[in-house]
């Protein structure tokens, strides 16, 4: 488990700043500091203090997938005991699996797999069910997006309950195309962000050495539409939950009528302590439709959430399949070789 980091009162306020948006200016820091009340340099200095103990794991770009015309899924895999930690690694080896956890349930290695098509998942799959001698694999593509928002609340002045985002389908998202300067640039957003007080002019400086024609002011435009347009689902701060007091985590995971889906869905998505709330299939298998993320201090604080969020919803009372190890977090490297 990691250790406790222990913050300032400006730490938690930047951080808590930045989980949900970093300035796309010039010098975003010093806008940080105008709206925090402090200065440019305190700002920096607290950040990289967060970085260097590993409170951040990253500044940059979190790309929607499916605008970039790549296809995502939730998979997991049944897999003995004394075999988790090999399977794992099996898993883990692809650049495609972002997410790699060990969570409490017979299917017990939970990972999520982006690829450039329907094609390479189901290869993927494929690939995995030959190489572990497992097919009992689940693919549970999301069918509805009701709220991604890693954001945890760290200075405890956030409502209980926020409006739920507007209701996604990602099967019916348009992909958009981009040119040979945007995707080099892509490339540098979904990596980290430079330590610097004109980080967007350091990453325009990169993208000249390399023999691109662009200046600062075009990085900033091109970063802010991709923003506005929701390209990027978000741009700002991953931080490691564990090092900030969110010790426990776990899956909620619901059984909901078809007919109650998308009110039920949005219900689940104005609690604050859920991050990620999706509909996804059934099999035969595996009987829930409806996942819930839940984040707490303590198994305690978590089941708290669970069961306000079955009073809310009048859902029966969900499997929580917490956290046991993480194998793999990290950021999809989209329009890398090998795709």
């Not at 990691?2 to 806008?31: C, G, M, N």
């Not at 997006?145 to 507007?166: H, N, S, Y």
């Not at 691109?212 to 970063?223: A, C, H």
């Not at 701060?237 to 900030?244: D, E, P, S």
Request: with cysteine; glycine share 4%; net charge negative.
């Amino acid at each position: 488990m990691a250790s406790l980091v222990e913050l300032t009162e400006l730490d938690r306020r930047v951080i808590s700043t930045i989980q949900a948006a970093f300035p796309i200016k010039a010098r975003p820091y010093a806008v940080l500091a105008e709206d925090l009340g402090s200065t440019e340099s305190d700002v920096l200095v607290s950040v990289k203090h967060m970085k260097a103990e590993g409170v951040i794991r990253r500044i940059g770009a979190i790309f929607d997938s499916h605008r970039l015309g790549y296809r995502s899924t939730l998979c997991a895999i049944a897999v003995p005991e004394e075999r988790v930690d090999d399977v794992a690694a099996l898993i883990g080896e692809y650049h495609n699996v972002t997410h790699n956890y060990e969570r409490e349930d017979r299917y017990n290695v939970w990972f999520t797999l982006i690829a450039p098509s329907q094609a390479r998942i189901d290869a993927i799959l494929d690939e995995i069910a030959e190489k572990t001698g497992i097919d009992d694999i689940l693919n549970l593509p999301a069918i509805r997006l009701f709220k991604i928002k890693v954001d945890f609340d760290l200075t405890g002045e956030r409502e209980q309950r926020i409006e739920a985002p507007p209701i996604v389908k990602p099967a019916e998202i348009e992909p958009v195309h981009f040119n040979r300067e945007e995707k080099a640039l892509a490339r540098l957003l979904q990596a980290d962000l430079p330590l610097v007080e004109h980080p967007f002019a350091a990453i325009a400086r990169i993208l000249l050495e390399c023999g691109y024609d662009v200046d600062e002011s075009w990085v900033l435009e091109r970063t802010a539409a991709w923003v506005d347009s929701k390209v990027v689902r978000r741009f700002g701060a991953a931080i490691k939950h564990h090092k900030t007091g969110f010790s426990a985590n776990a899956m909620g995971v619901w059984s909901c009528g078809e007919e109650r889906v998308e009110e039920v869905g949005r219900i689940m998505a104005s609690f604050k302590e859920v991050s990620h709330c999706y509909q996804r299939p059934t099999t035969p298998t595996w009987p829930a439709n409806l996942y819930t993320m839940i984040h707490g201090r303590t198994r305690a604080e978590v089941e708290s959430v669970a069961a306000r969020i079955h009073e809310a919803t009048g859902l029966e009372t969900p499997r929580l399949l917490y956290s046991v190890r993480e194998f793999k977090k990290a950021s999809m490297k989209y329009f890398a070789e090998g795709d």
